[in-house]
Structures are given as C-alpha cells and as structure tokens.
C-alpha cells in the first residue's frame, strides 16, 4: 500500500451550520474545523450558541441547515448513540451523572461499551461474563485513579463535591475511549484553585491519551492558558478564531466580554 | 337522520359530563404536572354526599348539590394536605405522587365500600328523565340536555373565574409556571388547595349525573379513566383541550355504541387514547415541554 | 407440608416471576407501568387454551404463553416507548383495558366474560419451583453486569444515556419484552394454579397491585421486589376474612410507603454481603449527612 499523499481529514468540521428554535436564530451559519490532536476552545458569553453546537454534533437536536462531518464523515443529524459509538464523548455544562450510582458504577456503565458478552451469559454468568466484568472494573478504577477519585469508588456519585463530579463525569467520558472530547463548561462553579488543577488534568489527559479535545468555556483564564486554538462565538455566530493572542486583542471579543461585563 | 342526531346529542351530553371531570383533572395536571388518579375518588365523593343528603338529609336538589359539590372540593383539599403535599415538599419525583394518587383511589373507593356496602344505589329521581323532542327530529331525554346545560354553566363558569377573578389569574400564572408564580408573591399553597377545591367541585357535578345515569356504587370512579383519555387526547394541562377531548370521547362511544356495537364502545375509547399517543402524545393542544440539555 | 401452605408458597412463586417481571421494567428500567396485568392475561389465556383444546403438554404451553405476551408486549410496546412518565402510564392503562376488552368479547375463542373453567392444575409445588427457581436466576444475573447498567442508565437519564452509547429505544423496548414474557410465565403458572379464568382477574386493579409490589418493595431491587411480594401476599392471605377491608389497606399503603419511604423497603439495595456491611458500617460509625451514600 502506497504511502501516497492522503489527506488527513480534520477531526471535526462545522460547514455553514444553522439551528433555529422557532424564531430564535441560535446557531447562525458557524464554520470551522478542528484538526487531529488538537486541545481547541469554544468561547463566548452565556447564550452564544456554544451548548448548542455539542447538541448538534452530538444528534441531541437535528441541525436546520449545514453539515458535520467527524472524520472526513458526514454526521449531520445522525442518531445520537451512532455518533457516540464512531468516536465522540461529551461532558455537561449541568453535570448528568447517575446520581443513585456509586462512583465506580457511573465509569462501568461507559467502560462497558467496549466489552462484549453475550445476553446468555448475561443471565447465567458463566462464559466470558466473568473475565470481562473483572476487566471493566479494573479499566473503570484505573480511570479513577487518573482523576483522583479511585478512594471515592463506592461512594453514591450524588455525595461528591461538585468539583469532584465533574472529574468524575470527565472519567466517564474518557471511559468510552473517544477520539474526540466534548467538555461543556468543566470549570463552572470552580475557585480559581480548582481552575488550575482542572487545567492541569485536562492538558494531562490531551496527552495520555492521545485525544483531540474541544472544551466550551465563558471563562477565558481557562482556555487562554491551555487551547492554542480558540473559536469565538456570540450570538450563534463565529467572531473571531485563532490563537490566545489573536482572540485577546480582538475588537469583536472585547465588544462581545465587554458589553457583557458592563451589564454586569 | 333522527337516530344519528339523537345519538349525537346523547354523545354531547356523554361528553359534557366527561368534560367537566376532565377539566378538573387537567387543571391539577397544568399547575403539578402530575396526573391525580384519585379524581374519581372526588367524583365518588360527590355522588354519595349527594344521595346522603336526598335521602338522609332530605334535602332538594340545589342544596344537595351545593352540599355534595363543596363537600367533594373539602374532599380534594384534604387529599392533597395529607397524601401530595408531603410528597411534594421532599421530592420532585412526580412518579411517586402518580403511585401515591394510586393508591388515594383506591382508599376512597374503599372507604365507601366498608361505609356504604358495593351495592348499587338510585338517587332518588330529582333530575327528571322524561323524554323531549328536539326540534322535531329527534326525542332525547331531558336528563342529558340538563347535564349539557349545567355541564356549559359550570365550564363558562370557570372560565369567568379564570379569566376575570384575580385567583384565576394566579391559576393561569401557575400553570405556566408555578415556582416563578410563588416567587411573584403568589401563595402556592393556598392556590393548590383551591386548585384542588374546584378540581373536586367540577368532579362532583360529573359525578351526580353519572350516579343518576348508571346509579351509584364505589367504582363509579373508574369512568374517571375516560375522562383522562379525553384529557389526553385534548392534550394534558390545556382545559379547552380537555372539553374538546371529552366531546370527541362522548361523541365516538355514544356513535359506536348506537351503530356498530355498544361492546365496542370501551374498545373504542383505549383505541383513540393509543392512537392519540402514539401519533400525538401531546394531544390536540397540550404543550410541549422539552428538555434542556 | 399441608395443602394450605403448600397453596400458600405457589402462589409466592407465581407472584414473585411476575414481580421480577415488573421489576425489570419499572424499577431498573424507569417505565412506570399500570397495565401489565395484560401479560399476565396473554399468558393465562394461552396457557388455557392450549392446554384445553388443542392438548398441549402444560410446559410447551406456559412457555408458548410467555412468548406470546413477549411478542405482544414488544409489538404494541414499540409505539409507546417513546412516552415517558405519566403518559406512558396512562398508555399502558389503555392498552391494558383494550386487551382485557378483546379478550372478554372474542367469545369463539376465550369464552367471553364467563371465562374459562376446568384448568388441569399443573402449578404443583416442584413446578412453580422450577420456574421460579429459573427465572429468579436468570434475573438477578441479567442486573448484576452490563444489561442492568444499561437499563439502570435510561432509567436515571436516558439523554446521558444515549450519550454514551447507548440505543436507549432498543434497551426499553428489550426490558419490556423481558417482563412481558416472565408476567406471560405467571400468567400460565396461575391458570394452571386456579384451574379457572375470567378477564375480570386481569383488571386495572391486579395491574396496580403489581406495580405497587414492587414499589413497596423498592423499585431497583430485585430481592426487594420478592420481599415486598412476600408481605403483600402473606397480608392479602391474613386479610381474606376482612377483605372488605383488604382493598383498604392495601390502598393505605400504598399512600404511606410514597410518604414516609417512597423508595420502598429495600431502596436500592439488594440482600448481599455489600448491604449487610453497610448496615454494620452504620451501627459501628454513624456517619454523617455528607457522607451518606
């Protein structure tokens, strides 16, 4: 097989994607694209669309007009599990763990994804059950330990602290051994503390595990520190793209951060 | 012709009574977002406090009424205080409000069982029954074009609560929206217990016709379930859509019992509620609330 | 052992496969259902016939009604699984009612409302044994590993769910089937227990005393579902010379296990070594709010 030029698709691209609610124009003809490897940001203040353009990737609300395509393939509207399954995982702005689930359980849940045994030794337990069972927990611990939480493994995933839900919704996440990390908001109702380890952790496991990751937040500390590139959104349209310098002294930010910030 | 018009007033009657039990379970429904199944239990409530006071009581009709109708509403308030209210102060699971309104039904029904035996009664005849001819072309009797004009009374009544008393008002902001209705300076206490006395009272009037129509006994209340189906099909929580949805309902049993079959007339009625589901589970003009992700 | 007591624990059994089946669906699954005595009914029916007219051997036949009502409940299932909450409850009130109609007015084959008599009665001791024994294995297995994380995920989000992967339909509609066919089983059971069927057994009635079993019993836990089984069984047993009263109560409860504990007995907690440490965790070290699991 010839090692001929191939053209290396970029992870995720957004082409002229546009979501109306009713009236309400909440996603207005957004294009980019995110290549391979890459640890990008999607800001912009509060009801800029970001939310959206994860719902959308990820099937949750079908797309009015536009495409997008993971891999070089077109996703537009797939069904959500489908996109989950080719290689996407996301966290939430609102957190949605198990809350009645232990720790540990939340991870097994996604772990188990990619194991297989069949529905009879599902209801006998013999065969294979055994085997890959032991081998979820083990691989759900050790994501445990990744973030932090491997002594909080039985422990109801509603009893954490907040900050230690949200690792534990990232460990989940990574539990489905994606290609590509959606974060919504991991920083939200965190001190500026937490901020840093948060940031710590996410630049560790851009690297581990080898992932393109994508992470929505409306605080800029985070994702100036860490993402060389950032796409910036207001009112479901894109205003600028680039790097932390490029973004920092963009007239269009600033109108956007700032306005925002006088309101306040 | 005579016939077709005939059963078609008979449907309207049917449907009006429906309407009235209807209105009041998609009134609960609009501001608690959960379905009381204990609405029959009201209906009960209402038709024995009625044959109490015809028979024990000996009262007239307009003061039975009035004492059976406000009974049923005190009925509805204490259903609420003692078996929902707890429920909804420790938890937003309104799965366990439904399994709790379950069980209510159950203890009402039960408790007129145990008090007043599973007989069948006949109210005494205070609604007269006798035949009328409409128009011309159709006899039907006077009993279901008085259910029909008392059931308009009732629903034209409420409607002027509604829209013109300052309570109605409350009503209409909490349907919408009841926590931010409270935060309004609404007492949402108070506005649950009087949605729940005219839930019961509206209850009661259905139920006193129903008991002259089909007599009374404990189950009467399980007619409730086609006053849900008609909620359903109107769409849960909009009250114009319940009295669309039990004029349908009456009209489609009292069409299918008077052509086709009068055994397929229940049939019919789970039919149009899979149907509506199935279809359109929101109904003719319920909303639609989405989740947010 | 005497033949009462004999009768006593068959009828557990029987019981106990249907609650495992409402288990599955309502309380690890999160589908409320209030009419899945229809299963029970299909079961029934098919085990009677069978068994009566065409000289089935009792086994193939209680399996065959199994298979029917799995058929059925995945069919008419598929249509109303995408309802969630009260309007699938609602739905399955429906279906279960148009089934119960079906079956009460197909005379040529079900014999209509008189029902059907003369059941050879099969459901000794050994073979409610076997089929309890059986079914109870495969579904306190089918919990513990990826299907019941799997059920337990729609039932706690099905949007997280489906975000992980998982075809939240199918897993629904799965979880129906699986309960479907073990109520179908109890269906065939009970016909060959009682030896005589009628479609009033299978009304609204014995579909919320299954879904209120397990709700007692803890919906999640499969061993709280046979405790709860167990108690009910055994009151509604103790209660026979009172059953005026029986109804009563058991509406009482219902209403005060959603009050004081609406997640029932067991929570969701299951008769393992996990739960006794954690009761012995409890009586050595107190713990405090925070860290209560």
Known sequence: MSAAAVVEHPVLELESVNKFFGGVHAVNDMSFAIQKGELAGLIGPNGAGKTTIFNLITGVYPVSTGHIAFKGNDITNQVTHKVINSGIARTFQNLRLFKGSTVLENVMTACQQHHKYTLIEAATHMGRWGRVEKAIRSESMALLERVGLAQEANRGAGTLPYGHQRRLEIARALALEPELLLLDEPAAGMNPEEVLDLNDLIQAIHKDFHLTILVIEHHMELVMEICPHIVCMNFGALIAEGSPDDIQGHPEVLKAYLGEEVEE | ?293 | ?293
Not at chain 3, 10 to 28: C, D, R
Not at chain 3, 164 to 190: D, E, P, Q, V, W
Not at chain 3, 196 to 202: A, G
Request: glycine letters at 12%; proline letters at 3%; a positive charge.
């Open chain 3, 1 to 293: 052992m005497s033949a009462y007591t004999e009768g006593i624990l068959i009828l557990l059994m029987i019981n106990g496969i249907a609650a495992m089946g409402v288990s599955l669906l309502t309380g690890f699954t999160g589908i409320f259902t209030l009419g899945h005595a229809a299963y029970l009914a299909i079961g029934s029916y098919t085990t009677a016939i069978l068994t009566l007219d065409y000289g089935f051997h009792w086994l193939p036949a209680i399996i065959f009604g199994g298979i029917l009502a799995m058929i059925l409940g995945y069919l008419i299932g598929i249509p109303t699984l995408k309802l969630f909450g009260d309007y699938y409850a609602i739905a399955s009130i429906g279906l279960a009612e148009s089934i119960r109609l079906i079956i009460e007015n197909w005379q040529s084959v079900t014999n209509g409302a008189r029902g059907i008599p003369g059941i050879d009665t099969f459901t000794t001791f050994p073979v409610a044994l076997g089929f309890f024994l059986v079914l109870a294995f495969f579904a306190f297995n089918l919990i513990n590993g990826r299907i019941g994380r799997a059920f337990m995920a729609c039932r706690d989000d099905h949007i997280a769910a489906s975000l992980l992967g998982f075809h939240t339909a199918r897993y629904r509609a799965f979880s129906l089937a699986l309960s479907a066919f073990y109520c179908g089983i109890a269906g065939g059971l009970y016909a060959g227990f009682i030896s005589f069927i009628q479609p009033i057994m299978f009304d609204m009635l014995k579909s919320t005393e299954m879904t209120a079993v397990v709700v007692f019993g803890g919906l999640g836990s499969m061993s709280g579902c046979l405790l709860g089984t167990t108690i009910i069984t055994l009151v509604t047993e103790l209660f026979r010379p009172i059953s005026q009263y029986r109804m009563l109560i058991y509406g009482l409860v219902l209403v005060l296990v959603m009050v004081i504990r609406p997640e029932g007995i067991m929570g969701q907690n299951e008769f393992d070594m996990k739960l006794f440490r954690k009761i012995a965790s409890y009586i050595r070290k107190p713990k405090t709010t925070s860290e209560r699991g």
């Open chain 2, 1 to 293: 012709m005579g016939t077709l018009l005939q059963q078609v007033i008979n449907g309207l009657s049917l449907g009006s009574v429906y309407a009235l039990i209807a209105v009041g379970y998609s009134l609960v429904y609009s501001i608690l977002l959960f379905s009381n199944f204990a609405h029959g239990g009201f209906l009960v409530v209402g038709g024995y406090l009625c044959y109490f006071a015809l028979n024990t009581l000996g009262m007239n009709i307009w003061l039975a009424g009035a004492f059976s109708l406000v009974g049923a509403g005190f009925a509805a308030i204490a259903t609420e205080r003692l078996a929902y209210k707890p429920i909804r102060e420790r938890t937003s699971v309104t799965l366990y409000l439904l399994i709790a309104s379950m069980g209510m039904s159950i203890v009402i029904e039960n408790i007129f069982v145990v008090i007043a035996g599973g007989r069948f009664r006949a109210l005494p005849p205070v609604i007269p029954t006798n035949p009328v001819n409409v128009f011309g072309l159709a006899t039907t009797s006077a009993f279901d074009i008085i259910s029909l004009v008392t059931a308009v009374v009732f629903l034209g009544g409420l409607q002027i609560f509604l829209t013109k008393t300052k309570w109605g008002l409350a009503i209409r902001a909490a349907a919408y929206n009841l926590r931010i209705a409270g935060l309004m300076g609404v007492n949402v206490a108070r506005l649950i217990s009087l949605v729940f006395f005219v839930s019961g009272l509206l209850a009661a009037v259905g139920g006193i016709f129903l008991s002259v129509r089909y007599t009374l006994y404990p189950q009467l209340g399980m007619i409730t379930i086609k006053a849900f189906v008609a909620a359903v099909i109107g769409g849960l929580g909009s009250l114009p859509g319940a009295v669309v949805g039990s004029l349908i309902l009456g009209l489609s049993e009292m069409l299918t019992a008077g052509f086709l079959s009068s055994q397929l007339r229940d049939l019919v009625v789970f039919s149009l509620l899979v149907v509506t589901l199935v279809i359109r589970p929101t109904g003719l003009f319920g909303k639609n609330v989405g989740e947010k992700v």
